[in-house]
């Protein structure tokens, strides 16, 4: 085990899955940046599933600085920071267990940093992230991709330069018990700091697809209550929000159809137009799903989920005195 400073610190927090975790740590043994160049931190969230003699045992064997940190944490963002105070690299590198990594990841990430005299100099890269190829994505599923820049700042696949990790505080203390947001909060303190950002297409990971129950599915948007609470704490990224006032244009189209309901008594034919703009754009906007009952399919489901994510929104602007829908 190298002695060495590390050029980067890789940060995995886990919780309940092993064999996800397990497959994630066979890649990072597999990088072809010198294994004197790197350590893992994994900070397990504890569950009693076989994660602690597995990642344990895998932290022993490695010829790079591995370590292994069992808490008791409420949620990824505590676990992510602490692993980031943990590590000694001049870089922090984020992912989560269930991705994997690409053998060129740490290397294209750091490289995509440039040197020091860049202006202004580079506090955080995001990489290329990729459902997993070959598996199939029925729905309802779950997965994440981001194949270029994103004001979200997903840390499934993201790298900061330290100086500008400490230089902001790291995660904000108001993030760290909340599910959602802490990811999007540090890349824009970084961001707001002076710091530059970049994209790194080559530092690539792919995600695990998980197929999730119809429940779930519809759940999945209630966690951008803390999205108007972002958009009032960096108004920079306001602007890039559809309009300003809403999340997305799907979140437009389906607030226009919240406002077809409510006039309809009165105005019915003014219904039936906004009504029928907010099904046709859903159903053009999912060839992606396959045929014309898979289309329709989408504009039907559409509706509960759509209501999930305002309900979230209106909650969420109300708490934080910021209108985002």
């Given at each position: 085990m190298s002695a060495a400073m590390p050029l980067v610190t890789v940060v995995v927090p886990t919780h309940n899955r092993c064999a996800l975790l397990a497959r994630l740590l066979d890649s990072l043994a597999k990088q072809?940046?010198?294994?004197?160049?790197?350590?893992?931190?994994?900070?397990?969230?504890?569950?009693?599933?076989?994660?602690?003699?597995?990642?344990?045992?895998?932290?022993?064997?490695?010829?790079?600085?591995?370590?292994?940190?069992?808490?008791?944490?409420?949620g990824p963002a505590r676990s992510r920071d602490m692993g980031a105070r943990e590590g000694r690299g001049r870089f922090i590198a984020f992912?989560?267990?269930?991705?994997?990594?690409?053998?060129?990841?740490?290397?294209?990430?750091?490289?995509?940093?440039?040197?020091?005299?860049?202006?202004?100099?580079?506090?955080?890269?995001?990489?290329?992230?990729?459902?997993m190829p070959g598996v199939p994505q029925r729905f309802p599923c779950k997965t994440v991709t981001v194949d270029r820049e994103s004001v979200f700042f997903e840390t499934c696949n993201i790298f900061y330069r330290r100086e500008a990790f400490d230089a902001v505080g790291g995660f904000s203390e108001e993030f760290l018990d909340r599910f959602y947001g802490e990811d999007t909060d540090l890349g824009w303190k970084v961001t707001a700091a002076g710091y530059g950002h970049r994209f790194a297409p080559a530092a690539l990971v792919n995600h695990e697809v998980f197929h999730v129950s119809f429940a779930r599915w519809l759940a999945e948007p209630l966690f951008f209550e803390n999205l108007p609470y972002l958009v009032k704490k960096?108004?920079?990224?306001?602007?890039?929000?559809?309009?300003?006032?809403?999340?997305?244009?799907?979140?437009?189209?389906?607030?226009?159809?919240?406002?077809?309901?409510?006039?309809?008594?009165?105005?019915?034919?003014?219904?039936?137009?906004?009504?029928?703009?907010?099904?046709?754009?859903?159903?053009?906007?999912?060839?992606?799903?396959?045929?014309?009952?898979?289309?329709?399919?989408?504009?039907?489901?559409?509706?509960p989920r759509g209501f999930c994510a305002w309900w979230a929104l209106a909650k969420g602007s109300l708490r934080a005195r910021s209108f985002l829908l």
């Open positions: 072809s940046l010198a294994p004197a160049q790197f350590e893992v931190v994994i900070v397990h969230n504890f569950t009693d599933d076989g994660t602690e003699a597995m990642a344990s045992n895998w932290c022993a064997g490695q010829s790079f600085r591995a370590k292994y940190l069992r808490r008791s944490n409420r992912i989560d267990d269930d991705c994997v990594a690409s053998a060129t990841w740490l290397a294209e990430g750091i490289a995509a940093f440039g040197g020091d005299d860049a202006a202004p100099q580079v506090g955080v890269v995001q990489g290329m992230t990729l459902p960096h108004p920079a990224l306001r602007a890039h929000m559809f309009h300003r006032l809403f999340v997305s244009r799907d979140s437009f189209l389906f607030n226009g159809l919240l406002a077809a309901i409510v006039i309809a008594p009165f105005f019915p034919i003014a219904a039936l137009v906004l009504a029928f703009v907010y099904a046709f754009e859903r159903y053009r906007g999912g060839a992606h799903v396959g045929g014309p009952m898979q289309r329709l399919g989408r504009v039907l489901v559409g509706v």
